[in-house]
């Protein structure tokens, strides 16, 4: 068995700190022996003693390892003499960066890149990015994310049709198409809520009012008066709660312009939500047919734009612009669909459970991440 180091933000609530510790916990449980090197990236961090891996951590630096796995943004890469070192990288539009810093150079530096989706290893070839790549998705703890009862929230009936988004609130997650649809499709009148879990840059008191102000932004470029019921969620939920939301909801709504795998959307699917995606990047890659276990919505490729609190997009890369009226028509069927015949959503959802457990749970990561540690590590 393999001595890997792994570095990266590993204790904040992010969804690539989320991703590190179920690669950290399939490792171990692997029987491979690991230590980490905890980098803060984050202002936001859980206290590490919540989590029960690391009772099984070891404790070596990289002098002792055999792998390093650095699981960061690409200029905090630092190579380490005669040891296998392997980039875990992310990105989510149609190109690398090469402003400030050219990230295909700095992988170029490493030996072996894992990204998560077949979307990532083609923008990463086509960037220049000439090392191996292997693609490792992102693990769901699938006994934890399951079909259940689900959160009770005060104003959803037991008959509405639940819509669900989890995002931070980034322009690249395009919240504002998101809502539009929704307030423009559906009215109070309507058996419909709508779950919106986000926040900002953290989880204070003035962000929650501003992401308030934000959503309140967006409803009012409609001038619609019976506006459908929203609730709006801004608390810092915990790991273990997030499964109780996701149960509580019929279908999980991305209008994202670009992921690079998105780990909300795989999550709920884990507990029986019927997805929707923009038809692009790697959550399309999470849905095997449209129909089957998920729906996908059309969409035009633009030029990106700069991301507030990111130095690394810019118009020069592409991301996918949905196409409003297609997510309004998806919404809808899937609406009338839970109304008219339920038992055909209740296939589809479970249809996706289905297909979280057999490509992304820890099992089936387990297989592909340990026969290429075994072959790295020889």
């Not at 006994?143 to 690249?172: H, N, Y």
Request: with cysteine; proline share 5%.
């Amino acid at each position: 068995m393999a001595k890997i180091l792994y570095k990266g933000d590993i204790y904040s609530p992010s969804g690539y700190s989320n991703a590190i510790r179920n690669y950290i916990r399939c490792l171990l449980d692997l029987g491979h022996e690991v230590a980490i090197k905890h980098v803060q990236h984050d202002r936001i961090q859980f206290d590490p003693s919540g989590f029960d891996f690391t009772l099984k951590l070891s404790n070596f630096s990289y002098e002792d390892a055999d792998i390093v796995i650095d699981q960061e943004t690409p200029e905090f890469y630092e190579p380490y003499k005669n040891l296998v070192n392997i980039a875990y990288c992310v990105w989510e539009t149609s190109r690398l960066p090469d402003s400030l810093l050219n990230w295909a150079d700095q992988l170029n530096k490493m030996d072996i890149i894992f990204v998560p989706t077949e979307f990532n290893r083609k923008i990463f070839q086509e960037s220049g990015v000439k090392k191996p790549i292997f693609v490792v998705p992102h693990i769901i703890d699938t006994k934890k994310f399951k079909p259940g009862k689900g959160l009770e929230i005060e104003g959803i009936m037991k008959d509405d049709v639940v819509f669900l988004a989890c995002f931070q609130w980034t322009s690249r997650k395009n919240p504002k198409d998101l809502l539009l649809a929704y307030a423009s499709e559906f009215s109070r009148f309507e058996p419909v809520s709508f779950i919106l879990k986000t926040y900002a840059n953290d989880f204070s008191l003035q962000e929650e009012e501003r992401i308030k102000q934000l959503v309140q932004n967006v409803l009012s470029l409609t001038n619609i008066d019976d506006l459908p019921d929203i609730y709006l969620l801004t608390k810092p939920v915990e790991s273990e709660e997030m499964p109780f939301i996701y149960q509580r909801a019929d279908i999980f709504v991305s209008a994202s312009h670009g992921e690079s795998f998105c780990l909300p959307v795989a999550e709920a699917m884990s507990c029986g939500c019927v997805p929707i995606v923009t038809g692009w990047s790697g959550q399309s890659e999470l849905i095997t047919k449209h129909g089957y276990d998920g729906f996908w919505v059309d969409y035009i490729l633009e030029p990106a734009e700069k991301v507030p609190g990111s130095p690394w997009y810019s118009s020069k890369q592409n991301w996918a612009k949905i196409k409003v009226l297609d997510l309004k028509k998806t919404m809808r069927e899937l609406y009338e669909l839970k109304k008219s015949n339920p038992q055909k959503l209740k296939e589809i959802s479970q249809n996706a459970r289905n297909t979280i457990v057999k490509r992304f749970s820890f099992e089936a990561v387990g297989k592909i991440l340990d026969n290429i540690i075994k072959e790295v590590a020889n």
